[in-house]
């Protein structure tokens, strides 16, 4: 028996995307409930993003002439072992830690403090706050120094110090101190999903598509890191999109994370900073469908890279953009992650440990979850593009997501299952890195790919050009 909260979930984001409601009988949930266990419906999101991704690409395969009336199965067990993919990643036999040691809880003189250093640039800034040398090669060592300077100054005066040396903290608020807060408030205001036509522009018939390739022929920019908007896109190529990921060559991207998402695309890296760059990008622009952007409000607005600026190339582009706490209010030009997310909306505390630890979710939820209704938001409006016209624009963030989590997702008994065994949902192959073991998607359209065509490229080996349709 189905359990009746994933039912409402899956209304609940397809709603949000303002989706046909009768679509929802299409959805065949399976698997037993609470594969991801917590405090929170957790297991509901999960499966209720990923069914609304597969809702949103059956109207497009009905856009493009598609004719079945298959149901589309969503597995809970597969659903989590997509969400906890990193955990299954292998590469020639190896594991990889999921966060590096300075990204942690700490504690601090009246609370607790979250802070990201995975990447680079990220350690550095946060060591600098604390007036530590970032060169310091034991990692016990350093760790404890910023224990000791964390542990001597209140959690939020942490926060505002790491934050204004560029770097990532977060204090673990309560849910109460969280919906007090500005930035709660501006992101109340805010939709799960906004999905608006933007600038007027002629319908534009989609062609037939290849049975279970709803986005074949779509090309896609991917202007997005880390894990949420990689998601979606990987998501869009599974559906037969023509994905180009493009990066600054001065930004580092750690491996696993591209292994791990980055499936089924391609990969380039352009300095919109030199003019020969430039001019290949807008080259991209002309011939896109799409763009997805994961960076903050405001931080691509210096490249040219608004909606209105990108329209000038492709006046029906489609622009979907991704942000950690919203598009408004004091937090909105803020960087982060879905783990500071937890820590500041309450969720840490809500998933507290026994010891009275601030606690994580069972998976990064608000990443692989934000990052499939992202990517039902492009499907969709490429769906409606091609009967009413139009330029779209999508907005969503991790800070939404969580939001509707604690507060609009109906939450029944606290089950937890057996973890799946993830050996039925993962595969392996062979891609330029190794032999790779790796979650399969979470959802397989009727007649359409249960895997991705390709594996990961190199990061940032492949040609700034799209493939020839």
């Known amino acids: 028996m189905v359990n009746p909260t994933t039912t409402a979930a899956i209304r609940s984001a397809w709603a949000a995307l303002g989706g046909d409601p009768a679509a929802v009988a299409a959805v065949r949930p399976a698997g037993p409930d609470g594969v991801l266990p917590a405090r929170l419906p957790v297991t509901d999101l999960a499966v209720a993003c990923v069914a609304a991704a597969g809702l949103a690409a059956l109207e497009l395969a009905r856009a493009r002439g598609a004719s079945s009336a298959d149901p589309l199965a969503v597995d809970s067990r597969a659903v989590a072992v997509s969400f906890t993919s990193e955990r299954h990643l292998r590469v020639d036999g190896r594991s990889f830690d999921g966060f590096a040691p300075l990204s942690r809880y700490w504690p601090t003189a009246d609370g607790w403090v979250r802070t990201h250093a995975n990447y680079p640039h990220h350690r550095r800034r946060l060591l600098a706050a604390l007036d530590l040398n970032p060169e310091r090669p034991d990692d016990e060592a350093l760790a404890a120094a910023v224990g000791d300077r964390l542990g001597a100054r209140p959690a939020v005066e942490v926060e505002e110090r790491v934050t204004a ?112 760059d430039q001019a290949r990008f807008a080259g991209l622009l002309a011939d896109a469908d799409v763009v997805v952007t994961g960076y903050r409000p405001g931080a691509l607005e210096r490249w040219g890279l608004s909606p ?49 630890a601030p606690g994580v979710l069972p998976a990064q939820a608000l990443d692989h979850g934000t990052g499939y209704l992202l990517a039902a938001a492009v499907l969709r409006a490429l769906a409606r593009r091609a009967h009413e016209g139009g330029a779209w624009t999508a907005d969503l963030s991790l800070a939404g997501t969580a939001r509707w989590l604690r507060h609009d997702l109906p939450a029944g008994p606290v089950t937890a299952a057996a973890p799946p065994d993830p050996d039925p949902w993962c595969a392996e192959r062979d891609a330029p890195a190794g032999r790779l073991r790796y979650a399969l998607p979470p959802v397989t359209l009727p007649g359409g790919r249960p895997d991705w065509a390709s594996p990961p490229t190199r990061w940032g080996a492949d040609a700034a050009a799209w493939l020839a349709r």
Do not use: M, N
Not at 194 to 213: S, T
């Open 165 to 276: 040396a560029g770097g990532l903290a977060v204090a673990a608020r309560t849910p109460a101190e969280w919906d007090a807060h500005p930035q709660a408030a501006a992101v109340a205001a805010e939709p799960l999903v906004r999905l608006r036509a933007d600038a007027p522009a002629a319908a534009r018939p989609a062609p037939p598509a290849p049975p279970g390739l709803p986005a074949a022929g779509v090309r896609v920019l991917d202007l997005t890191r880390v894990i949420a908007g990689p998601v979606a896109t990987r998501f869009l190529a599974l559906l037969g999109a023509d994905v180009l990921r493009v990066d600054s060559p001065g930004l580092p991207e750690l491996e696993p994370q591209h292994l791990d998402t980055d499936a089924g695309k391609r990969s380039t890296l352009l300095d919109l900073g030199r003019d020969a």
């Open 308 to 356: 209105e600026a990108l329209r000038r190339h492709r006046p029906d582009l489609v622009v979907a953009r991704l942000s950690a706490w919203g598009g408004t209010g004091p937090w909105a030009g803020r960087r982060g992650f879905d783990s500071l997310v937890q820590a500041a909306a309450g969720i840490a505390v809500l998933e507290r440990r026994p010891d009275g």
